[in-house]
């Protein structure tokens, strides 16, 4: 609660003169109660003239910041903006690989939808990343669109992180069902198969996170004239609401919004993370014996098997990145899985999940480097895909350097022809072909240009 001198110096000022919050007031105080503010003013009004709109309130540029904490601030201006780019780039170069006709596979499909999920994840926390630099942050309409938005990109956000935690698990058991049975690594699935199970991801994925925008209710108010723009957002499922008031929304409707959000946590945190350490673990335990059967059968290349021979290996490298990437994933996702579950009230470890938050994000744009360092056959892909566009950039720069250079003297003889005279137009007339008559194999007819340009320079 705000005392009643600061909420009188709020609402009483000059009124022709912006008032100005004190610089030890919180913002969020006054959003929330500017209803009992004016019901405190209609007992008691001060006098008129005196008396100021509530929107007139002006407040501080320190109090323009939306980060929880010092903690958050740095990081979202400092490390977020090169983790971002590094990750999107990252990704990006994933994708042109793991696209490409040669390396088309179902395990490079999970990877490939991976990879898109995680760059649209990425994108989506530009928004939280500007908002901290002043040019935006002093933005109204920067502003504006960010608080009437930031709970559907969070939700959005949580989508795209829950489709690609199932795509790693999906990677993970085609990569643990190959290894296994080399019958199933070499088999295809029919056409429809591949979409389908993508497509249902994506689907129950949405189901399971869709509740998130209905989550959090947002009260948005402007200040100082229209100029200045604040929000507080509060969960829906909260005993209380803005100004000490009641809970407007329903008992059903609360439980409903818990019940989702168990479910979520249930469905979408704490199942990918065991299937993932099991996952792991198994896949782990296979590369160990498949090792084992390599090192045993290197003799069986002389009867004649050389091929069989580097079908495994091959599959024992892809499953080895496999498990880099399931390792990581793991890694970066366990401690932000054991703060939602544990931790009731997040806001009393801001800071700490905030710093969970930032590791789940390092995995995700982790995902280059470890393709780089454990597929070789990656590393040979990308810079095979990347020579072969810089040579195309290069003889196209090529090829328009010497049409530029040839379109110049061709001109210049047009013109002089066209400004000869007759006789010298007769002289290199061409004769009409005889019928019948056709041009030797390999010598292709020549243009005008080019029958007259050779007689001009004897000419000359």
């Given at each position: 609660?705000l ?92 994708l ?48 504006s ?25 999906a ?41 998130q ?17 604040f929000s ?20 059903q ?124 056959h ?53 004769p ?10 390999g ?18």
């Amino acid at each position: 609660m705000l005392p009643s001198e600061q909420i009188l110096h709020f609402v009483m000022c000059n009124f022709n003169d912006n008032c100005t919050i004190p610089r030890n007031v919180d913002i969020n105080e006054i959003i929330v109660e500017n209803d009992e503010i004016l019901e405190r003013i209609e007992d008691d009004p001060p006098d008129e003239g005196q008396m100021a709109n509530f929107t007139e309130i002006c407040y501080p540029a320190e109090q323009n910041s939306v980060s929880g904490s010092p903690f958050e601030y740095h990081l979202q201006r400092y490390f977020y903006p090169i983790l971002v780019i590094f990750g999107i780039l990252g990704n990006s170069l994933n994708l042109t690989v793991l696209l490409n006709r040669s390396m088309r596979s179902r395990a490079n499909s999970f990877l490939a939808v991976l990879a898109f999920a995680d760059i649209i994840f990425l994108f989506l926390l530009l928004p939280n990343i500007l908002i901290n630099y002043s040019f935006f942050m002093n933005s109204y309409s920067f502003r504006s669109m960010y608080f009437y938005l930031k709970v559907h990109i969070l939700a959005t956000a949580n989508w795209c992180a829950s489709i690609a935690h199932w795509c790693v698990i999906a990677v993970s058991f085609d990569r643990l069902f190959g290894i296994r049975n080399p019958l199933y690594a070499r088999a295809t699935w029919k056409w429809w198969k591949l979409p389908m199970v993508i497509f249902s991801i994506g689907i129950i994925c949405g189901v399971f996170t869709f509740y998130q925008h209905f989550e959090f209710h947002c009260l948005i108010k402007d200040f100082c004239s229209g100029k200045q723009i604040f929000s507080k957002c509060k969960a829906v499922t909260g005993p209380t609401w803005f100004g000490n008031r009641t809970n407007p929304y329903s008992e059903q409707y609360r439980n409903l919004i818990s019940t989702c959000k168990m479910v979520n946590i249930f469905g979408m945190i704490v199942t990918p993370i065991i299937l993932l350490v099991i996952l792991n673990f198994l896949l782990l335990w296979s590369l160990r014996k498949r090792q084992k059967h390599l090192s045993m059968g290197k003799d069986l290349n002389e009867d004649g098997r050389h091929n069989d021979s580097h079908m495994q290996k091959t599959e024992h490298r892809v499953t080895l990145t496999v498990c880099f990437i399931v390792t990581m994933y793991t890694l970066t996702n366990l401690p932000s899985a054991l703060v939602h579950v544990s931790v009731s009230e997040p806001a009393s470890y801001y800071d700490l999940t905030i710093f969970t938050s930032t590791l789940v994000i390092c995995g995700k744009a982790s995902n280059f480097i470890l393709f780089c360092l454990g597929s070789k056959h990656f590393r040979l892909r990308l810079l095979k895909l990347t020579q072969r566009k810089i040579n195309r950039k290069i003889e196209s720069l090529a090829g328009s350097l010497i049409n530029n250079t040839t379109t110049v003297p061709l001109s210049t003889a047009k013109l002089s022809v066209s400004s000869s005279s007759g006789a010298a137009s007769r002289r290199v007339s061409m004769p009409p072909p005889k019928r019948g008559s056709e041009m030797p194999r390999g010598k292709r007819a020549q243009s005008a240009v080019e029958a007259i340009y050779p007689l001009l320079k004897s000419k000359s």
